[in-house]
């Protein structure tokens, strides 16, 4: 009998997404679970139009597994940076959070590079948190 279980790392959180979802037209949760071209997509059209947006409500489980292989625990945690990306992103909360306190001030200054530094980190804030946990992708 194997008695061997794997354990992943839960770096991101099916309620996170769900809540994220619901800005969904936007591609927030695209972004959150590491997909930034979609992510784009989405933004642009509003969700495909909805019909996109529907269906990722049914997909956000398996998108959730697949980050959680994908990203590695650490000392940031994923779900806190994007909540505070999404929720106060021009203000640069989240860069406070990962210890980046000079581009949080510019951030903070500038509102978030008046809105392009927010969407540079829609793209890449899971390599900058994979990179501060140790970990590139």
Same mark, same amino acid.
Not at 89 to 98: A, S
């Given at each position: 009998?194997?008695?061997? *279980?794997?354990?992943?790392?839960?770096?991101?959180?099916?309620?996170?997404?769900?809540?994220?979802?619901?800005?969904?037209?936007?591609?927030?949760?695209?972004?959150?679970?590491?997909?930034?071209?979609?992510?784009?997509?989405?933004?642009?059209?509003?969700?495909?139009?909805?019909?996109?947006? *529907?269906?990722?409500?049914?997909? *956000?489980?398996?998108?959730?597994?697949?980050?959680?292989?994908?990203?590695?625990?650490?000392?940031?945690?994923?779900?806190?940076?994007?909540?505070?990306?999404?929720?106060?992103?021009?203000?640069?909360?989240?860069?406070?959070?990962?210890?980046?306190?000079?581009?949080?001030?510019?951030?903070?200054?500038?509102?978030?590079?008046?809105?392009?530094?927010?969407?540079?980190?829609?793209?890449?804030?899971?390599?900058?948190?994979?990179?501060?946990?140790?970990?590139?992708?």
């Amino acid at each position: 009998m194997n008695t061997h *279980i794997t354990m992943r790392d839960e770096t991101h959180s099916v309620m996170i997404g769900y809540v994220l979802w619901i800005f969904g037209f936007m591609g927030a949760h695209r972004f959150y679970y590491g997909k930034p071209k979609s992510g784009t997509l989405y933004f642009f059209t509003l969700g495909l139009l909805g019909v996109g947006w *529907i269906i990722d409500l049914f997909l *956000i489980p398996t998108m959730d597994s697949e980050a959680d292989l994908r990203f590695v625990e650490g000392e940031i945690d994923y779900n806190i940076a994007w909540a505070l990306l999404t929720f106060l992103g021009p203000m640069g909360i989240h860069r406070f959070y990962m210890g980046k306190i000079l581009s949080g001030l510019v951030y903070l200054l500038t509102a978030g590079f008046c809105g392009l530094g927010v969407l540079y980190d829609y793209w890449t804030l899971n390599s900058q948190i994979s990179e501060k946990n140790g970990r590139y992708i």
